[in-house]
């Protein structure tokens, strides 16, 4: 049987069969009748759960609330910010019915609450005194997606979406990125994800915003996964909606706005960046279990010292599962494998008459020997280095995926052999950012700062303006 749970596709052969395969081998994910959407499983929702408690806190320790909108959004508000609706109209489901009869007005089932926020905020802002407000919703959404992946891309989504209210452009403006920064450091600290940070063009930010930024991370394969986003609207929504406050001068006047949000697609950003041909790889700062103690044999003090062995770790704060089935050794140690635990625990006879246990580190599989009172400290000491390290393998792989083209016969020759972003140089024109999408079906992902612009436009010859990293997307 332990041949048949690690019955994994290369993902260096078909890369989109493995992550299935890992997805459903993990237990993290379940199909459902309903097209397009997915029954997260309790160890799939358990990764949820760490992700929105860490985030959670953050989100509280820089004074956000939680707020719950409804689902629904009549037609009529949807179409009050113009450029906002239309961005989302190809992808919105309609409810048309309530029981047997017909609605008199048409709602949508959220893809996203700016416009119920902005109906709120309207009848709730009334003074410079209810500035700044700053809310959050952890919810679902719903994007008509055709074409559908677990965590990736599907029609029902887990998410949280930040919303926040300012009585000036450049306090809003610091909430936009001052909310990116929690999002990079979670990315990077807690998910060992090195993701790339940076500004989104006009073509590519979100309908109705005045800009938009984004987390861009990088899969194994090369392409590249939108991980999370945070939006400066200035007062456009609140224009649109009416919403105006009393200053300290006694005028009437207009606030400014922002939205942020990230979703379970983090999820399949870590099991394609860290995931490996037997399985899941969960950096421990994020896995619902940081080990898991396997007992070999049903010998009375192997038992005894495996539980006694869980307890402690618990008793340090660190998450441990015993597995006590009946299944084999090698199945139990393959299905820790799949699963992704972080160190495997490994408690028999032989090594316990010595005053030893063996530790396996999921990301490397290496094998170590420790002493029985050493336990705590070495398998704390293991799960620092072992999140150092996908965090490391991760930017190697990234950094060695990066190409840089100075013309379009170079860019053409990148885009058509390797996989990976693509560093150019920009003149700024939509027109150039069109041509590279029909030429070769990539996007741009986010504009680079900190680099000096020198030379021409990478696609049109003329003088740029930017430095821009290109990629394909899931």
Not at 19 to 40: E, H, N, P, R
Not at 41 to 61: C, H, S, T, V
Not at 154 to 183: D, F
Not at 428 to 452: H, P, Q, T
């Amino acid at each position: 049987m332990a041949n048949e749970l690690k019955e994994i596709t290369s993902r260096d052969v078909d890369f989109a069969k493995w992550y299935t395969d890992v997805v459903k081998k993990a237990d993290l994910v379940d199909y459902s009748q309903v097209k397009g959407s997915m029954v997260i499983r309790p160890y799939g929702y358990a990764i949820w759960e760490n992700m929105q408690k860490i985030l959670d806190q953050e989100f509280k320790k820089t004074n956000h609330e939680n707020v719950q909108m409804p689902m629904f959004i009549p037609e009529s508000l949807l179409n009050v910010e113009k450029e906002h609706v239309e961005g989302f109209a190809p992808e919105v489901a309609w409810v048309t019915h309530g029981g047997n009869d017909k609605l008199e007005e048409r709602m949508c089932v959220r893809p996203t609450s700016e416009v119920l926020f902005c109906e709120h905020f309207k009848r709730i802002i009334k003074s410079y005194r209810d500035l700044p407000l700053l809310y959050n919703q952890w919810c679902t959404i719903v994007r008509w997606e055709k074409t559908t992946r677990p965590f990736l891309r599907s029609r029902e989504i887990l998410w949280q979406e930040g919303h926040t209210m300012h009585a000036t452009s450049e306090e809003a403006k610091e909430e936009t990125l001052r909310m990116l920064k929690v999002y990079e450091d979670f990315q990077r600290n807690v998910l060992a994800l090195p993701v790339i940070v940076g500004k989104k063009t006009d073509k590519e930010k979100f309908a109705g915003a005045e800009a938009s930024y984004t987390l861009e991370a990088m899969m194994y394969d090369g392409v590249a996964l939108q991980n999370g986003t945070t939006h400066y609207f200035g007062n456009g929504f609140a224009k649109a909606f009416g919403i105006e406050y009393l200053d300290k001068e006694n005028k009437m006047v207009t606030p400014y706005q922002t939205s942020w949000g990230v979703t379970t697609r983090m999820i399949g950003a870590i099991i394609m960046t860290h995931g490996d041909d037997n399985g899941l790889v969960l950096p421990p700062n994020i896995a619902p279990y940081k080990a898991i103690v396997i007992p070999i044999g049903k010998d009375e003090n192997v038992l005894a010292q495996a539980n006694a062995i869980k307890d402690k770790l618990i008793a340090k704060d660190i998450s441990t599962k015993i597995d006590l089935t009946d299944k084999t050794p090698g199945y139990k140690f393959a299905e820790a494998e799949v699963k992704g635990y972080p160190i495997r625990i490994e408690v028999g006879p032989r090594d316990l008459a010595n005053g030893l246990v063996t530790l396996v580190r999921r990301d490397t599989l290496e094998k170590m020997q420790v002493k029985l009172e050493d336990i705590n400290s070495e398998v704390d000491k293991l799960l620092v280095d072992i999140q150092q390290n996908l965090y490391d393998r991760a930017l190697k792989r990234r950094d060695s995926m990066i190409y840089e083209a100075n013309n379009y016969e170079e860019f053409t020759d990148i885009a058509l052999h390797k996989s990976g972003f693509i560093k150019v140089n920009w003149c700024g024109d939509v027109a150039c950012e069109n041509k590279i999408k029909d030429d070769f079906g990539i996007k741009s992902r986010c504009l680079i700062e900190n680099e000096e612009v020198t030379g021409p436009c990478v696609c049109c010859g003329r003088e740029a303006k930017h430095r821009i990293y290109f990629g394909r997307q899931y």
